[in-house]
């Protein structure tokens, strides 16, 4: 009885392995394909989020330094026109952006967020104003689409309370 229970063993061992020798042509090609397609999904996606996190540092310095500058006013008479000035630790230039205080004044200030990477990112910009109740009014502006043009348009400050605009821009959100 031994010697047949071995017999068994072995014919069911040598039948098993013919019946698992591998994976067939068509199912690697099922399985390839579906990694194929669940890949062309993801990617863009996985692009888009990038792209949207260097945008939210250009979106966090323009509010600080619209912020910064509320409070330099309160203590002085004007607007700071650099970035030193604010001592706010905002760096000028950073890899995806580089930044700008094109006009500051007695009653008014603009920053510019201007994109270095034109065909992926947003521009951004922001500003504030001294209205003529004495309170001041902080505006954030991006561009619609990627930013195409070399610089990001200003936003337009108005002293009148809710006048300011983003001309040919859109307001942060």
């Known amino acids: 009885m ?7 063993f072995i014919q069911q061992i040598l039948s098993k392995k013919k019946d698992n020798e591998g994976f067939t042509l068509i ?12 890949s062309a999904i ?9 792209a949207k996190a260097k945008q939210s540092e250009a979106k966090t310095y323009v509010g600080s330094v619209n912020r910064a500058q509320q409070s330099y006013r309160i203590e002085n008479t004007s607007f700071a026109t650099t ?24 009653t008014s200030t603009v920053v510019l967020a201007t994109t270095k990477d034109p065909n992926s990112l947003k521009g951004f910009s922001g500003g504030v104003v001294i209205l ?4 001041t009014e902080a505006l954030a502006c991006q561009t619609t689409g990627v930013q195409t043009a070399t610089s990001v348009a200003a ?13 040919g821009l859109e307001n942060m959100k």
């Open 2 to 8: 031994k010697t047949e229970l071995k017999a068994k």
């Open 42 to 50: 993801a990617l863009p996606s996985f692009l888009n989020q990038a």
């Open 132 to 135: 003529t109740s004495g309170q």
């Open 83 to 106: 970035f030193d000035n604010l001592k706010i630790g905002i760096p000028s230039s950073t890899d995806f952006y580089t930044y700008t205080i094109p006009s500051a004044d007695t």
């Open 27 to 38: 199912e690697l090609l099922v399985v390839i394909i579906i990694i194929g397609i669940l």
């Open 155 to 167: 936003p337009s400050l108005s002293t009148t309370p809710q006048a300011s605009a983003c001309t």
